[in-house]
């Protein structure tokens, strides 16, 4: 599901905004996503719980490790953050791939949480990331061919 650019005129403005920026993401570069999930939170009366490269968290952590178009990664989640049978709902800045939100997902899974929905800003849907996500539903603001 995308929002519908017609029926909006602010979605053309942000569409208009995004920019391709060759050979990105670099290394020390990170936590576009991480902006969205506060906010979204609150929003919802949910809470917080951020997934975070390795080293970004203090305490004791549970990893995942994946493989993404231009490498591996990992992301990291405090142990405890999240009970089993908890639903939740994976928020980052973009999909390509499907990378990130799959290993979001699994991590999640892992300590018995229900993924309900997952939800990006943009959408790169050439790269059909979509289709790793276990039919899980997808919600993104643009898509950017």
Known sequence: MSADKDEDPRMN?????IRVVPDFPKPGIEA???????PIALAIGAK?????????LPGEIISEDYVLEYGKDCLQMHIGAVQPEERALVVDDLIAT???LCA?????ERVGAEVVECACV???PDLKGRE???????YV?????
């Open 141 to 145: 603001l643009v898509e950017s061919h």
């Open 13 to 17: 403005g942000i569409k208009s905004k």
């Open 48 to 56: 917080f719980v951020p997934l975070r490269k390795p080293g970004k």
């Open 32 to 38: 576009r996503g991480f902006i969205f999930g506060p």
């Open 104 to 108: 979001a997902m699994n991590l999640l």
């Open 98 to 100: 499907g990378g990130t």
């Open 132 to 138: 790793r996500l276990k039919g899980k539903p997808l």
């Open 122 to 124: 943009i959408e790169l």
